[in-house]
């Protein structure tokens, strides 16, 4: 087990060496949460960005030491959502005709960016561990990481 920090935010890996060329690694990942108000030209906005992630991967050490070639799967789960909302008091022209924030209301967006299961590839060094360990192949070491589609 190991803490982390990533580009995902805090989590957690899960790794057993079982073989002396081979890993199993979970990871989990929440963290990143952003939540914010701005007020922009009579509108107030709420924004809302979350990202998390999870992973399962095997992990082959070629050389039986420290290097590792990861594949396996990822679960990325990326959302963002805002909601606009203008001044009640005001006016505003869309395509040259004049709107009261009541017959406008409020403008709603939402989007996933990435969500359901992906392939993943990455490559990484390691804290030499026995066969039989259960630490995380990449506690010392950053990962990067190639997610396909």
């Known amino acids: 087990m190991s803490a982390i920090a990533g580009t995902t935010g805090f989590g957690a890996d899960a790794s057993w060496r079982f073989h002396k060329n081979l890993a199993v690694t979970a990871r989990y990942t929440d963290g990143l949460d952003l939540d914010t108000d701005f007020d922009e030209d009579g509108v107030t906005y709420n924004a809302d960005f979350e990202m998390k992630a999870s992973s399962v991967k095997m992990d082959y050490f070629p050389f039986g030491g420290r290097f590792f070639l990861s594949a396996g799967i990822m679960m990325p789960d990326i959302e963002a959502n805002v909601v606009g909302t203008p001044d009640n008091n005001s006016s505003y022209e869309i395509n040259n005709e ?36 259960r630490s995380s192949p990449s506690s010392v070491s950053s990962q990067p990481m190639l997610m396909c589609r």
């Open 98 to 133: 004049t709107y009261t924030a009541a017959e406008i209301g409020s403008v709603v967006g939402s989007a996933t960016v990435s969500d359901g299961t992906q392939p993943y590839v990455g490559l990484g060094g390691a804290v030499p561990t026995r066969v039989g360990s």
